[in-house]
């Protein structure tokens, strides 16, 4: 049985996004250029950026891959961007990074919204959130649901609920 979520957000060294559902609301445009433009949601880079800033590793995983989607992520300074994996490809991908990065699993939290995000939240020590928009199936497994869909500040909540859970939320401006 895992302890409280409060006991478990205070354990947290890194964060794992999902892109499409999770930081951006799942729509793709399709441009006759072949391009797929997402959108973002300014508040959830914000997030990422101050997650950054004050040591804790963020991480994309996603089976999409758009130059427009590496350099925005590049912009608010994510350097562990795992994106062009196959859907299947993502518990690989998890459990490689949290190798490399000497991370233990109840460090970790990922946030997915759909089937291709189930397999790694449903390993027992990870702590596995999602947006109030993502499937039941994810719905069903989360420890922690976003009050806010995708692509409209889901992720800035995790990070916010984490970093204030810990007391760093607010520390760059009390420096």
């Known amino acids: 049985m895992n302890p409280p979520l409060t006991d478990r957000l205070l354990r947290i060294k890194s964060f794992i996004f999902d892109i499409d559902g999770v930081l951006t609301d799942g729509r793709v445009l399709a441009l006759e250029s072949g391009e797929q433009p997402r959108s973002f949601h300014v508040r959830d880079g914000y997030g990422i950026n101050r997650a950054l800033l004050m040591g804790y590793r963020v991480a994309i995983i996603s089976a999409q891959n758009q130059v427009g989607v590496r350099k925005r992520l590049e912009y608010l300074g994510v350097k562990d961007i795992f994106i ?8 690989a991908i998890y459990e490689k990074y949290l190798a490399e990065n000497d ?4 460090e970790v ?11 790694v939240m449903q390993r027992t020590a990870v702590l596995g959130a999602c947006p109030a928009d993502a499937v039941d199936e994810i719905l069903a497994t989360a420890d922690y649901v976003s009050p806010y869909n995708g692509g409209f500040g889901a992720g800035r909540d995790l990070i916010e609920q984490v970093m204030k859970a810990q007391g760093t939320w607010m520390a760059w401006v009390e420096k």
Do not use: N, Q
Request: proline share 9%; no cysteine; glycine share 14%.
């Open 84 to 91: 062009g994996s196959s859907p299947d490809g993502k518990l």
């Open 103 to 106: 991370l233990d699993e109840e």
């Open 109 to 119: 939290v990922f946030m997915g919204d759909d089937i291709p995000d189930l397999e």
